[in-house]
């Protein structure tokens, strides 16, 4: 999970302004109290003198959204090249820090959606949001795409006898909906497909937590009451 950074944003005369999300950050005011301004062309206060309880739901949710799509989404999409500017089975450079950013996102979105931290429970607070991206897929390998990929990934920068390379670039735009697949040979990565998923179901999932109630208060169980409020102590 995130942990609260403690480096200065922008600094203007005596005061701080602290780093929320790409574009969003917040100073804290003698009262302990707190503004929180977007930063794109000029500075806007979305938040002035406000206690961290009182926050907004949809400023909670605005951070959220500037924090995922801007640090991580935004980026994903500029790093790898279009379906249609590959047209043979030679990788892109870029394919490891892509396929890390994608195995970042089922357990951390989980996580919200089950309102419950993955400590100690990683592997299946993961395999339980990949399956939101890929439905009815088998319960093996995506156990084996958690130890062989997301495991050899985060702990060894590489991945486990390169037993996922294979990339099949014409295939995968017969079958969009398949992220990971098996065959005789070997385990294959749909890596477009992976990035296409995961932009459909954050921008769902955006749109769920704005309109249900129920949903809205899972996430910001966890997101607000847990990961925000350490930014704010």
């Known amino acids: 999970m995130r942990k609260a950074p403690n480096y200065t944003f922008r600094k203007k005369k005596n005061t701080e302004f602290f780093w929320l999300s790409l574009n969003i950050s917040f100073q804290k005011n ?13 500075r806007k206060i979305i938040e002035k003198d406000i206690e961290f309880k009182n926050i907004a739901d949809n400023t909670v949710i605005k951070i959220f959204i500037d924090e995922i799509k801007g640090w991580f989404l935004d980026p994903l999409v500029k790093l790898y090249p279009k379906r249609e500017d ?3 089975w030679n990788p892109h450079p870029n394919e490891m820090i892509v396929l890390s950013i994608c195995m970042m996102y089922p357990e951390t979105i989980q996580q919200y959606i089950d309102w419950k931290k993955s400590n100690n429970a990683s592997k299946d607070i ?15 390998l995506v156990e084996d795409f958690y130890k062989w990929v997301r495991c050899w990934l985060f702990h060894m920068a590489s991945l486990n006898n390169n037993r996922y390379i294979r990339y099949d670039y014409s ?3 017969q079958i969009p909906w398949i992220i990971i697949a098996k065959d005789w040979a070997s385990k294959i990565i749909y890596l477009h497909n992976f990035i296409d998923a995961i932009i459909k179901h954050f921008n769902l999932y955006i749109e769920q937590i704005q309109q249900k109630k129920s949903m809205r208060e899972s996430f910001l169980k966890i997101y607000k009451k847990e990961d925000l409020k350490k930014y704010f102590n």
Do not use: M
């Not at 990949?130 to 319960?139: A, M, P, R, S």
């Open 126 to 140: 993961f395999c339980k949001g990949f399956k939101i991206l890929q439905n009815n897929v088998d319960e093996k």
């Open 86 to 88: 590959i047209t043979d």
């Open 30 to 42: 003698n009262d302990n109290t707190y503004s929180i301004f977007e930063w794109n062309d000029k």
């Open 171 to 173: 295939r995968q735009k």
